[in-house]
């Protein structure tokens, strides 16, 4: 053993420290810095936040303007229908039998008491054949004719200056002293009652 003791004691001394492990340099640790607040993100989230707000008040005022506008277009609609109303109550009294009588009569036809016919099938002529006479009997216009309101007043084609008279427009006293004329007479006694025996 003293030739291992020898051998052991000429070898230089180790650490342990040295063969394990690498040397360490350990320091306190120092107070970490507060980061500052970037200008660029508060910038862009408040831009944002604006965009936000200005998208949303143009949207509401589209919104409004189109409500308004539909509004509009309605309003113009109902006024065009009622307009198209009026247009197509003048068309039928200005085709009316009456307003075509009229011009009629104005531009010196007549009413043909007996009519005469001619059937196409076989050619042959129906009625009396005769032709009409300078006046016409029947008067389309007469006392006898019914009134029309849609033409009243309405100017004729072939003279201008003349008219078919509008009938008489009936006021509500007339109307209200024909209704009760009408009527029978109140009853103030209770139900009337037939006398039996």
């Avoid at 230089?12 to 660029?40: C, G, I, K, M, Y």
């Avoid at 009409?132 to 009134?147: E, M, R, Y």
Wanted: charged letters at 20%; zero cysteines.
């Amino acid at each position: 053993m003293s030739a291992l003791n020898d051998a052991l004691l000429t070898l230089p001394a180790r650490s342990p420290r040295t063969t394990e492990q690498p040397d360490r340099h350990l320091r306190p640790l120092e107070r970490p810095r507060r980061r500052r607040p970037r200008v660029a993100y508060a910038l862009i989230a408040l831009a944002g936040a604006l965009a936000i707000g200005a998208a949303q008040m143009g949207l509401s005022l589209a919104t409004t303007e189109s409500s308004y506008r539909i509004s509009a277009l309605t309003q113009e609609k109902n006024q065009l229908t009622w307009q198209k109303q009026e247009l197509d109550d003048r068309i039928a009294g200005l085709s009316s039998p009456q307003y075509l009588a009229a011009n009629a009569a104005a531009l010196g036809m007549v009413i043909n008491q007996s009519p005469t016919y001619l059937r196409l099938s076989d050619g042959k002529i129906l009625g009396a054949g005769k032709a009409a006479t300078a006046s016409s009997a029947i008067d389309p216009l007469g006392k006898n004719a019914v009134g029309n309101a849609l033409v009243g007043d309405t100017p004729l084609v072939t003279h201008p200056d003349a008219t078919i008279k509008a009938p008489p427009v009936d006021t509500e006293e007339e109307v209200a002293t024909d209704a009760a004329s009408t009527l029978p007479p109140p009853i103030t006694d209770g139900l009337p009652t037939p006398t039996t025996r």
